[in-house]
């Protein structure tokens, strides 16, 4: 049952994640959308209550303990302890990513294209502290309030995670991480009846990466075509395909039995050799 559960959702002002808090609200969940954005949680929080749901928003770093800690205790006050923590704070960033998908020595002295070589490592260590740090705070924080009642956490990995993208390297590296944390986790939590799954989103076509994914006339990219030959399902994902997935796991009455799960959602994406 999601009715009348406490579901902590981080990075909940942005794409997926919102849809995610707005889903789990809808089937009675009471809803904490954390976010660094406050605005962007606080328009989620918003359209929740709107709709006759229960949500309260919090300006919130999955970086910094103390400041998470500071937002449990807001939290456990406003809606009770946390039930369900979905970890969704993530992404990329262009400073951790190259130009091309292979290296050319010709590119070794052009100052406008990124290799390899050029990249900072303080960028690559930001990426992977997002993606990996910022699920591993939350979780330590915020499992202490299922510690003794049991609950469910659900990571946010990526396609990358089992065969690295191309130009991605930190972004992949992290979410490889976080699938493997999430075993790990099952394993360390089984005892205290908390149990520990994640999501592997194929592409899916978000504001975000709209412009990646389609030119201004609204054709597909180069990319996209790509994407798209190697997806069985031959489309790309729309949040909406991600919400049973959501609910699944997070519903103790239909995964009860399932943890340490890392599960595709991705129009067999995965499954597919390109041959
Ligand atoms: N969009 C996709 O196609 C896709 C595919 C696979 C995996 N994912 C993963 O799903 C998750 C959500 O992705 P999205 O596309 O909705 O991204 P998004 O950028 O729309 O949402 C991420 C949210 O995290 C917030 N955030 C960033 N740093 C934070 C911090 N330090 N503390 C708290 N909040 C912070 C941002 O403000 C933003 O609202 C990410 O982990 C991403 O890697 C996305």
Redesign the pocket.
Known sequence: MIKGKVAVI?????????AFAKELASKGAKVAV????IE??KAVSDSIRKEGGVSFYYK?????KANIEAVREKINKDLGMCDILI??????SPKATTTYETFDTAHLHDKDITTFFDLDPKNINNLFQ??FT?TFIPTQVFAKDMATRGGTILN?????AYSPMTKVMA?SAA?AAISNFTMWLAVHFAPSNIRVNAM?????D????HALLFNSDNTPTQRTKKILSQTPLNRL?EVKDLLGTLIYLCDDEMSGFVTGAVIPVDGGFLAYSGV
């Not at 954390?34 to 954005?37: A, C, I, Y």
């Not at 919130?60 to 910094?64: I, K, S, T």
């Not at 946010?156 to 990358?160: A, D, K, L, R, T």
């Open positions: 981080t990075g909940g002002g942005g794409v997926l994640c919102s954390l976010d660094l954005r962007a949680a919130a770093d999955v970086l910094d970890n969704g704070a993530g992404g990329n997002l993606n910022g946010i990995s990526s396609m990358s972004y979410k592997t989103p194929g592409f899916f978000t504001n975000q990466n994902g």
